[in-house]
């Protein structure tokens, strides 16, 4: 079944009202999720606060920072439990993110820089064979570089907002986030972002405003599906985004040299403050509440 996306600010209270008059708590004895109840496997749907469970899947799209561009290539998970939204408050209409039970609430995926290190970036009119010498020099074990996403702060600090991503206004999701740089020269603590000077994403499904020289950009809030009898909803091709967001300097480049390689990867990133940064998450979301993942648990031993 799908709804046109305008829709699916009603179709989430279907949604809630389907699974809760489905619930029938069955039996005591160890289980297991089966079916499409298996995306939540690692949801804490235990625990007491936890009202809903998510799986999101990140699967394309591209960070830009600065002057870099980084495809997203492999796959990128976010995924465990969220409480109930306050109706009031500073964060009203925000519910806490609550970690995966696996402890791997943001997967970790190390993309690809093109050019590498170097930052060499051949022309898109340039011939295969141009761009197939500038990977295998420059993209190769030794000169290449990998940007990973990785939570800058704790899973809780993560805010989603089931009213905006299912109307398509708003922001949806807030969270935290830190880009690590990996190469050999550069050791295993190059940072852009920390816990204590965070990247803030704040990713929605409508059109944004940045700051200029970003022009506003536009994300999508996908298509509704549901499945297992109404009490999972998946939305495919939900394309959030962000190009409002600003980047501290790298840190902990070079080890002992960092004092000679942060300026280095700095310049190399040009302008990271807001307007010169973006990011377009392409994903296909599950979700489902709390009670009917229980529910699939303890009727499957």
């Known amino acids: 079944m799908r709804y046109k996306p305008k829709t699916t600010g009603v179709v989430w209270a279907v949604m809630i009202a389907a699974a809760l008059a489905s619930l029938v708590l069955a039996g005591t004895a160890s289980a297991k999720l089966t079916g499409e109840f298996t995306k939540f496997e690692f949801c804490p749907y235990k625990t007491a606060e936890v009202k809903r469970c998510l799986n999101s899947q990140t699967l394309s799209g591209e960070v830009v920072l600065g002057t870099k561009k980084v495809p997203i290539e492999k796959p990128v998970t976010l995924q465990g439990g969220y409480t109930e939204a306050p109706e009031e408050g500073p964060e ?77 206004l708003g922001v949806a999701l807030k969270m935290p986030v830190k880009l690590h740089l990996e190469n050999p020269f550069l050791g295993k603590a190059c940072y852009v972002g920390s816990s204590s000077s965070p990247i803030t ?16 950009i536009t994300g999508n809030p996908g298509e509704v599906e549901f499945f297992e009898e109404g009490r999972i909803l998946r939305l495919t091709n939900a394309v959030l985004v962000d190009n409002s967001w600003s980047a501290p300097g790298a840190s902990g480049c070079g080890g002992i040299l960092g004092f000679l390689v942060n300026p280095i990867i700095n310049s190399q990133l040009g302008t990271t403050k807001a307007g010169y940064n973006t990011a377009i998450l392409n994903n296909t979301i599950y979700t489902a509440s709390s009670l009917a993942v229980k529910k699939n648990d303890e009727t499957h031993p």
């Open 92 to 168: 009203a209409g925000f519910s806490k993110f609550v970690a995966a039970t696996n402890g791997i609430t943001l997967s970790k995926a190390a993309q690809n820089v093109p050019g590498g290190l170097a930052g060499i970036v051949p022309e898109a009119s340039s011939s295969p064979l141009v761009k197939a010498l500038v990977k295998f020099f420059f993209e190769n074990k030794l000169t290449g570089l990998t940007s990973t996403l990785e939570l800058a702060k704790t899973a809780g600090d993560i805010r989603v907002s089931e009213e905006h991503l299912g109307e398509g």
């Open 201 to 216: 994403l704040e990713l929605r499904a409508d059109t944004t405003s940045p700051p200029p020289p970003n022009k506003p």
